[in-house]
């Protein structure tokens, strides 16, 4: 009676023959998890939702050249990764820094925010205290589940580099979740 | 390099993530295992990542999911290239309000694939009433977000006085239009459930908002 469920691959090859309905089915299968990427980088709704029509736009026009190397759904991920990251090379008009750096001045909440802090927070509103370069490390190891090879490719900075920055995050986001306090003399230096 | 030690907490994230060479990591263990803020910092840790990996996955809100369709629509099939004047018009935050008001694409489309239904949509100078009846009336969704024209019920404080009576949350419809419902003359209002692809389709009597009598003729679920 029931039509059946077509793959992620069959949808998005129907797509690129012109069948008009397979990628809004493709969307409406990941859209979720695609908007909780969105969301958790870039953790400003606008952001996110601008982030995730752009990332769709890009996916529905670069059909054609999906080659089958990766699942559908992990291209569809990366391409809403990718829309993030540079989101947020372009806001760096927000940002003291430039991203990306390793420097020790990184920006970040400081010492009074945190202390103003209620004693611990969501996940979403810790990880938006982080500098971006954390949260994306964070987000994408931690949250997603992506390795840390494919982050590093992503990001495209060196593994190490993934790993000192999930390091870093996740010390910081002990204290900001209320794992942890912080005080005077037990200061988490991140 | 005589700075203080490193928190315990910076040790145990750095050697989580293997960040630390062979010596380093040495050095960091032997802190550790002196260092009495260890077992807290341990604890800690843990619990941190557990949290990560159990955060909630918040929802996609039904308007962005309804102005990211409304932009697919507007899209030429994949391999026609778009026009060039056109390619940057969803960048804009006025392209995306416009895209947030053609809410018909974008829900219907995001949701259900309704969209791509092929019955010709609503066009202008059709007629005003839907015919619908109560075993149709789940499949009106496209028909009534592809238009707000409500009628009598046009005018906001009946709107919202109709909302009242009937019992329907005070939110605006995202669209809506005259209707015969089994030939009864009605207002169709679609509602949001807060899922996406899920709408609320209510009919209610044309003078709903005037009087205090139940102004429902109907009221079911659609979507998935």
């Known amino acids: 009676m029931s039509a059946p469920v077509r793959s992620d691959a069959e949808l998005l090859a129907a797509h690129v023959v012109g069948d008009r309905s397979a990628f809004a089915e493709l969307v409406e299968r990941h859209s979720g998890r695609l908007w909780a990427v969105a969301t958790r ?48 090379r372009h806001n760096q008009v927000r940002f003291t820094l430039p991203l990306f750096s390793d420097g020790p001045a990184e920006p970040r909440a400081t010492q009074d925010q945190i202390e103003a802090l209620p004693t ?16 994306l490390a964070v987000v994408l190891v931690d949250l997603e589940g992506y390795p ?10 060196a593994e190490g580099t993934v790993k000192s920055r999930c390091a870093r995050g996740r010390a910081r986001l002990a204290v900001l979740l209320g794992h942890l306090r912080e005080t005077d003399s037990e200061r988490v230096d991140t | ?57 918040p929802d996609l809100p039904l308007d ?34 416009l895209a947030a ?22 066009v202008p100078g059709s007629p005003a009433q839907l015919a619908l ?28 006085a109709c909302q009242r009576t009937a019992g329907l949350p005070a939110q605006p419809p995202l669209g809506g239009r005259e209707v015969l419902l089994d030939g009864r003359p009605g207002v169709l209002l679609v509602l949001p459930t807060g899922v996406v692809g899920r709408f609320r389709l209510v009919v209610v009597v044309p003078e709903c908002g005037t009087t205090q009598t139940n102004p429902a003729l109907a009221d079911v679920v659609a979507g998935r």
């Open chain 2, 133 to 160: 009846t109560r075993d149709t009336l789940a499949s009106a969704v496209g028909d009534g977000l592809d238009r707000r024209d409500l009628g009598p019920l046009n005018d906001p404080q009946q709107l919202a």
């Open chain 2, 64 to 97: 962005v999911a309804a102005r990211c369709a409304a932009a697919l629509a507007e899209l030429p099939p994949p391999s026609t290239p778009a026009p060039a004047a056109a390619a940057p018009r969803w960048r804009s935050r006025t392209a995306a309000l």
């Open chain 1, 41 to 88: 980088i870039l953790h400003s709704r606008d952001e996110a939702a601008d982030a995730l029509q752009e990332a769709l736009i890009s996916a529905h026009q670069a059909a054609p050249r999906f080659r089958a190397e990766a699942a559908v759904s992990t291209w569809l991920h990366r391409i809403v990764v990718n829309a993030c990251i540079d989101r947020i």
């Open chain 2, 101 to 122: 008001a053609a809410v018909l694409a974008g829900a219907v489309a995001l949701g259900l694939g309704w969209l791509q239904r092929s019955d010709p949509p609503a």
């Open chain 2, 1 to 57: 390099m005589t700075g203080p030690q490193p928190h315990p907490v910076e040790l145990l994230a750095q050697l989580d993530a293997d960040v630390l060479g062979p010596i380093a990591a040495a050095r960091a263990r032997r802190q550790l295992a002196t260092d009495p803020r260890t077992a807290a910092a341990r604890t800690a840790m843990a619990a941190t990542r557990a949290e990560l990996a159990a955060a909630p996955i």
């Open chain 1, 148 to 157: 840390v090879a494919e982050v590093a490719a992503i990001v495209n900075v």
């Open chain 1, 120 to 135: 611990r927070l969501a996940v979403h509103d810790a990880l938006a205290l982080l500098p971006d370069d954390q949260r």
